[in-house]
Every structure is written in C-alpha cells, then in structure tokens.
C-alpha cells in the first residue's frame, strides 16, 4: 500500500460535491481534525470511530485547498521559502487521517469501513492527483527549480526542490489539455479498480472453509489440530477449521498425508478470484494492464515498467530483468533436483499418480526430516512470540542501544500491545504497536506502517507512531502462539521496517522516502540475524521447560539453511517477473492473463508444472491493490544489498558490532530520502553491492576453479567462463537515474 505524498489540491467546489450525509457528527468534536493530547502522540483510537472519517476527510481537503491556494495566489516572487516549504508543510491533516486510514482499513476491514473506503478513497486520489496538475502551483514550483543553482541552498533543500519538481513531471505537469484531462480520468479509473480487486480478494479469503473431522486431522500435530479447532470454534462450526491464511494453509499442507485435502485446500489458494463469479478478478487486472500501458504513453514512457523503473535504484527494466533471468535459470534448476529427492518419497506412496503442486510442501518436509533430521514443529517449541519479540528487541539493543518498554495507550484492537522505544540515552524515539493475530477483517500477510510520520515542528523533532500487523498462530489454551521458521523470519522482518521508520531524522516531509528498490534493506538485512546461533540463543527458548535451544538444533537449522531454496527462489522470482512482463507491455491488446501468465513463465522461461508463482495475476495484490506494481523484484533487488551489508557484520568479530550499526544507523536508516540509495550504501559499504553474498545464500553461486586447477592447454577465459557457468559476481547498476527518485512506499507486505 502506497502512502499518499501530499502535494496536491482539490477545488472547493469538488470538495463539497462530496456526500455530506456524514460531514458532522451531532455536535462531537472529530478527533481526526483536533489536536491529540495522548501521552507521545498517539492516535486516540478509544475515540476514533469509522462514521469520523468520511467528514475528516472532507474538511481535511478543505483545509489542504486553501492552504495551495494561499501558496498559487502569493504576489511574492516564488522562493524556496514561500513555496517548495509551504507545499511541504500544506496537507498534514489530510496526510494524517490518510495514515491511519490506511492502517485500520487493512488491519480491520469491516463492511462500515469498506463502505468508507469505497466512497472517499478515489475522491481522495483524485484531490491529490488535481493539484499535482495545478498548473499555477507547478509554475511556481519551476521557477524555483530553474533558478535552484543560484539560490545557496544545501544539499538537502537542492534534493527537495528537484524530487518536488520531479514529482509534479512524473504525475503529468507538464500535459496540457485533452491528454491532461485523460490522465485524470486514468489515475480515477485505477484507483477504483484497485479497491474493487481488493475487495474481491478479501471476500475469497474469507468465504473459503474447508471443515474436517477428527479423524482427517488425527496425522496433523498437536498445536495445528487446537488452532483448527479454535478457529471453527470462533466461526460458529464444529469441528476443525482451515482457512486460506497461510498461519492455517501452509501446516495443513506440511503436515497432513490426505492428498485429496491437500490438493482441495491448495487449489482454493491457488485459484482465488479466478472462478467466473462476481469476485473474479481477471478481467479487472487487465483493465488496469492497459490502462497502466496508456498512462504510461501519455507520460512519454514506452511501458509501464519503464516509467517505474526510471524513478528506483534499477533505472530501466532491462536492469531488473537481467537480475531476475540470472537468478530464475539456475533456481529452476535446484528446484528440479529437489523435486527428484521428493518424487522417490512419493513413488513409494502413490507410485502409479503424478507429483502435483499441492504436495511440494509435504514430501519438502518428509525429504528435511529424512535429510537434515529436522523438524520444524519440534523447533516451533522454541519460537513463541513472545520469545521471538523480546529476540528482536535485545538484537535492537546490541545494535543501536534502544530498549522497547511496554506502555499502556489507546488501542485500535484488543490483541494489539504498545510499546515506548527509548534511546540509549533514555530520550523518546517513536511508539511501536504490534498486532499479530489474523481476523477475518485483516488482509493477508504482514506488513509495517505508520500511524503518524517523524517530522519537524518548529525545530523540534515530533517522534512517528507506527505499527506492525502480522497473521500468526494464536495461542490456544495454555499454549502461546508458537511460530514457524518463516514466520519467526517475518517478525524480524517487518521489525526492520520499523526500526526505519522509527530512526527516520528528515529534515522535509518530501524527503522521508526512499527508492522502492531500497526499500526492503533495512527489513531483509534483520533477517540475517535471526538464526545466528549467538541471537538464537538469547530468544530461543522453550515455552514449557524454559530449556534454551540446545546446538543440535542450531547446528541442523544451518545445515538445512540452503534447503528447498530452489523451490522457494523459483516461486518468488517467477511472481517478480510475471509482474514485470504484465507491466512491460508497450501497447496493450485483449488478452487471457491466465494464458498470459503460462506462456512466459512455462513457455518461454522453463517454469516446472509443480511450482506455481507465489502469486498470481487474480490475487496479486501487490501489484493491484498494493504499490508494488513493476515492483515486486524490489525484495530480490534489496537482497543483494542485505546480503552485501551483512557480509560487513559476519567480517567483524562481533556480528552485532556498535560502529558498523551506528553507521548503518546513521547513514541509511535515519536519512530516509535525503540522499539517494546507492550514494548512502556506498557511504556504508565503501563499495558498490556485488551479487555474491545473495546467490551464495541461495545456493545458486559456483565458486570460480582457481588459477592453479585448470587443464593444461586450455585458455584461462574460457576456463573460468565454463567454471562460473553463467553465474558472475558483478555488481548493481551503479549509476542513479537521471531524475530523482520519489516513490511513496510506507507499508510493507510480506514477500
């Protein structure tokens, strides 16, 4: 989800044109439009109810509009002052109630709240994307742009005139009539059709309940049998109850030897909002295909990706692509070989019937226990929540020296916990809300956001509140939520994010993002530390006997560490380019998506039947309903940085040493957009980021035969190049865009 960069305006009128059956309350105060008097700025959320949002925003775009206008019709000479910093500081109520929107609609999304968010949502866009074609606005803004080397500005304040202006080209300034007046009704159309594929998603989540018996989970272990039955408990059924959210999915799939329930449960997934009915979603991604394909034209890029892609780190599909093709070919490859360990499991099992993708997952487990002897439910015992929470919070400590102390504030929801981060000095840093149980009105997956932003008041720095929302296991009974290895992975994650948002010190609201393909450093570096013996060690610990993990199980996690990373590579890079080649088209013609999707990916590129893409194009949200769009290779591109930037730990005697993480702290998390992203890793590095690291992490580098080891008789090039086969430790693009970049991601999904 995008977090919505304020720099636009509404005409009054428009405004009022807006339904007002809500547009007061009685004669309340809405805590949306007053100042907060909660203890560190919270959101009072014991107050904020769903009737207060349609009249806040309302009066928020009021607000906003007089504030542009009074910058518009100003008779001083357009100055950094009087109009790259007004328009900075315009809309902060606005952007406010937008945050907390945004938050509280994902993480419970009831049917009032659906209706608010179906009503006012594409209202509000379009208020952004009216003043983003203000032409009086933009002349102001570009004259201070065309006299920006004369000014004596910083280089912080040069950085904000250039992403501002660049800002306003990117959404269109620079159109003029009929081809101004289509990009409006485009950026509408999207963000209408957004919603709706969101909703249908949400809705095909939620309808989906396969109901089983004791006797068809008697195989299943202990805690996924209570979870179920709490679950169909909570749903008003009886018996046991699995439901397409992976906390409850992917268990089933691990654990349970029914393959017909297995396949059952599997297809549901696999074929959500792809089933002809009034949730389909096809035709609705299609329309956003080439309307993303006409958007792109108008603005004079040959395709989408193009038009992404020149605002990130990548700068042209062409580099996205030759990552993403370097890492697919031999993940498909590992993924084929992994799949002929399980097929020996399943001949013996079914030896006249064919391997299917709904039973990757059980023979994947059946081949680890018979390989690496390690079973991810006997050190599930090990990984409570609460334990891996307080892992994450030493490991932030060893780091930077902040501590997370739980404090009692006003809640959006009952399972939420609270907590003031302090500075190793003691001094108030920001509030973290964790949220960490599904619900039937909360999305899938995981992700980070901010219910209020860091920003500047007066001089003054006003500390941000933020959240992380996950989907885990919840206790049942006397036992806690106790998390998988991926989910354990996933809490570090997201912690990442938050330790980004948190560190953010900028200077200018229009500086606090960072590239998209930059994104998800700061959260995938985290989880590199999570299973480091030395960390483990400190959170790992047994929720009954209170035993700490024990080295048998450290040393079995590390020798399965390169397990299944074909089929886990292979599936997250054929969803970053199936987003890619939707997004790469340079003119747009009716099309099956489904056809579409095979084609490139079995087709062209080799993807095995076995392995379906993480996700596909009728639940993709990400790229439909999510920001993400041209931009799910953003996990992949990060993880060479996360990789590259922790090899500078592992090379340290001390893995949590304090000089390299005040640096990493200082000189990337804390500087949000002030600089661009490769300027501050090589700050950090000393060095551009080479692939290394990241294919030897997934078990796709083959260390070059040394000088010594070649044939007599051979050329040393041709040696090497056979040697490598194919794969070559070269680095990231170096060079940055051309333009400065802007992208305005705040939330984070799980990959």
């Known amino acids: 989800m995008k977090r919505l960069f304020v720099l636009s305006s509404l005409l009054f009128a428009m405004t009022m044109n807006l339904s007002c059956s809500n547009a007061t309350i009685s004669e309340e105060a809405n805590p949306l439009l007053e100042e907060w008097t909660t203890e560190f700025g919270v959101p009072p959320f014991d107050k904020i109810r769903t009737e207060h949002f349609e009249p806040a925003y309302i009066e928020a775009m009021k607000m906003h509009n007089d504030e542009i206008a009074a910058i518009v019709n100003s008779e001083e000479e357009p100055t950094f002052e009087n109009t790259i910093v007004a328009l900075d500081n315009a809309g902060i109520t606005l952007s406010q109630i937008n945050l907390i929107f945004g938050m509280l609609s994902s993480s419970d999304l009831d049917a009032e709240m659906q209706e608010v968010q179906n009503k006012i949502i594409p209202r509000v866009e379009e208020h952004f994307n009216t003043i983003m074609l203000n032409e009086g606005l933009f002349d102001r803004v570009k004259v201070v742009y065309d006299k920006r080397a004369s000014l004596n500005l910083d280089e912080v304040q040069m950085r904000l005139v250039e992403k501002t202006y660049n800002k306003f080209v990117r959404s269109g300034a620079l159109l003029e009539g009929e081809a101004k007046e289509r990009l409006m009704q485009i950026n509408a159309e999207l963000s209408e059709l957004s919603i709706r594929f969101g909703n ?23 805690g996924v049998r209570n979870q179920a039955r709490e679950s169909a408990k909570a749903a008003g059924v009886e018996g046991y109850l699995f439901t397409l959210d992976k906390p409850s999915m992917l268990p089933f799939l691990t654990y349970s030897k ?45 395709s989408y990706s193009h038009y992404v892609t020149d605002d990130q780190m990548a700068g042209t599909p062409e580099a996205v692509y030759e990552l993403l093709e370097e890492i697919f070919e031999p993940a498909v ?15 013996k099992d079914h030896p006249d019937e064919t391997f299917e993708k709904s039973d990757w997952w059980y023979y994947a487990e059946q081949v680890r226990q018979q390989k690496y002897q390690l079973d991810e439910e006997a050190i599930r015992q090990y990984l409570s929540l ?31 916990t609270v907590y003031q981060v302090l500075d190793h000095d003691q001094s108030h840093v920001g509030v973290l809300y964790i949220d960490p149980y599904p619900r039937k009105s909360k999305s899938g997956g995981a992700w980070c956001g901010n219910f209020t932003e860091q920003r500047y008041v007066d001089g003054v720095r006003k500390a941000p509140v933020l959240g992380i929302v996950c989907n885990f296991t919840p206790p049942v009974g006397d036992t806690p939520s106790l998390l998988s290895f991926d989910e354990a992975e996933t809490m570090f994650h997201e912690f990442g994010h938050a330790l980004h948002f948190l560190f953010a010190n900028v200077r200018y609201r229009g500086l606090t993002d960072v590239e998209g393909d930059f994104v998800e450093l700061p959260s995938q570096i985290m989880e590199n530390w999570a299973f480091e013996p030395e960390i483990m060690k400190e959170y790992a610990i047994h929720y009954r006997t209170g035993e700490v993990i024990p080295d048998r199980h450290i040393t079995k996690i590390q020798n399965a560490a390169l397990f299944n990373q074909g089929f886990t590579t292979t599936e997250l890079a054929a969803a970053a380019l199936i987003d890619m080649d939707i997004h790469s088209l340079e003119s747009y013609t009716d099309m099956n998506i489904n056809d579409f999707e095979q084609y490139n990916l079995a087709t062209r590129r080799g993807l095995i039947p076995e392995i379906a893409p993480r996700y596909r194009y009728p639940y993709f949200a990400h790229i439909f ?12 591109w990060a993880e060479v940085l996360d990789k590259d930037a922790f090899a ?19 000189d990337l998390l804390a500087q949000g957009g002030q600089r661009a992203g490769m300027d501050m890793y090589r700050k950090f590095r000393g060095a551009d980021p080479d692939k290394t690291a990241m294919l030897k992490a997934r078990g796709l580098w083959s260390e070059p035969v040394a000088e010594e080891e ?21 680095t990231l693009k170096p060079e940055m865009p051309k333009r400065p970049s802007t992208p305005t991601l705040k939330l984070s999904i799980d990959k």
């Open 200 to 222: 249908n998603l949400l809705t095909e989540n939620g309808s989906f309940q396969l109901i089983l018996n004791e006797k068809q989970v008697a195989d299943l272990p202990e």
């Open 625 to 636: 309903n999510g920001g993400y769009s041209s931009g799910y290779y953003f996990y992949l």
């Open 386 to 416: 609460d334990n891996v929470r307080d892992g994450m919070f030493y490991l932030a400590n060893r780091l930077y020296g902040v501590t997370f102390r739980p404090i009692t504030a006003p809640r959006y929801h009952k399972e939420c």
């Open 648 to 666: 500078a730990f592992s090379q340290c005697r001390d893995i949590c040493d304090k000089e390299l993480a005040h640096s990493f702290r200082y």
């Open 710 to 730: 070649m044939p007599e008789g051979v050329e040393e090039i041709e040696n090497i190049e056979k040697a490598e086969e194919g794969v070559k430790p070269v």
């Open 333 to 347: 490859e590992s993924a084929k070989r992994e799949l002929e360990e399980m097929k020996e499991l399943f001949a």
């Open 258 to 302: 029914d393959r017909d329930l297995r396949r059952e449960l599997y297809n549901g997934y696999l074929m959500r909002c792809n089933n002809d009915n009034e949730y389909d979603n096809k035709q609705l991604a299609e329309d956003m295909a080439r309307l993303r394909v006409e958007k792109a034209h108008l603005l004079g890029f040959k």
